[in-house]
Structures are given as structure tokens and as C-alpha cells.
């Protein structure tokens, strides 16, 4: 299933409230049930498991809006890291992150390029994660990003 036909999967708008998307789950089901159609009922409960929950949902459509400019970034950071030059390598992931900030693989990725720059305490940062609601991701950036961004 692809990443931006959840809603289609539905038939629902993204901005499609809860409510909504609770309706259309059961008149799909209603159209597909696991009896007769065993693969459509998956694809709209899968699609529902995602899109019903706000953390996943905002994660789906955070992937669906930024994941080619998110695997550019990733792809620089590799090309970085193999040539040793770990702050550029560490900019393209902390983008990267930031755009995606519920992407484990991301953030565990920055922390890996942050230790072997020897960049102790953003590893730790990036380990150990936010203290507290973090929703836009901006516990990804240091201390002194962040100041830039004003």
C-alpha cells in the first residue's frame, strides 16, 4: 500500500475528522467484509489503524508530504559519512529528523553520525530523547539552532 492512498483506501478527504473516518471505515467493511474479501478488508483495516490514531495519522502525513525530500537528505548524509565528513553528514540527517521527528530510524541514524563525529552530548540529546511533549520535532535541534530560527 502505498503511502498517500490511506484516505482513498477510506474514500475520505485529509481532512477528514475522526468522526468521519470512523463512518467510512464501517461502510467499507459493510462493503468488504473479511469473509467474502479477505485483502480488501486488510488494506481498510490497515488504513484505518493508521489514519484513526492522531500520532500515526500526523506521522502518514508528514511521510506523505516530505519523504522524497527526507530520502535526498538521507542519501546526502550517507554519501557524507562514507567520505568522513560528519557535521555535513549531521546537518542532512538533523533536517531530516526535524521533518520527520516520529521516524525512529532517523533519529537513531543522527545519533549513530553524532558518535562517530564524537559529538557526545547531542548523541546522548538524540538518545535519550525529548523531556516532555515535543510535537513539532524541535528537541531535534541544538540549542544554538534553534536560537538561529527566531
Known amino acids: 500500500m502505498g503511502r498517500g492512498d490511506l484516505y ?14 470512523k463512518r467510512a ?10 469473509e467474502t474479501d479477505p485483502d480488501g478488508f486488510q ?14 495519522r500526523e ?13 535526498r537528505l538521507i ?14 553528514a549531521a546537518n542532512a540527517m538533523r533536517q531530516a529528523a526535524v521533518l520527520l521527528p516520529h521516524v525512529t530510524a532517523i ?12 559529538m557526545w552530548e547531542d ?7 525529548p523531556h516532555g511533549p515535543a510535537p513539532t520535532g524541535a528537541w531535534l535541534l541544538k540549542p544554538s539552532d534553534a536560537a538561529d530560527s527566531r
Open 107 to 118: 533519529r537513531e541514524k543522527l545519533g549513530d553520525i553524532y558518535v562517530r563525529a564524537g
Open 75 to 88: 542519501a546526502e548524509a550517507d554519501q557524507c559519512s562514507e567520505r568522513g565528513d560528519w557535521q555535513r
Open 43 to 56: 488494506r481498510i483495516s490497515q488504513a484505518y489503524e493508521v489514519l484513526r490514531d492522531a500520532e500515526r
Open 25 to 34: 471505515y464501517f461502510r467499507k467493511v459493510r462493503e468488504h467484509p473479511p
Open 123 to 129: 548523541a546522548v540529546r538524540i538518545f535519550k530523547g
Open 8 to 21: 482513498a483506501v477510506l474514500g475520505v478527504s485529509p481532512e477528514a475528522t475522526q468522526a468521519e473516518i
Open 59 to 71: 506521522g502518514h502525513d508528514a511521510l506523505s508530504r516530505y519523504g522524497d525530500v527526507v530520502a
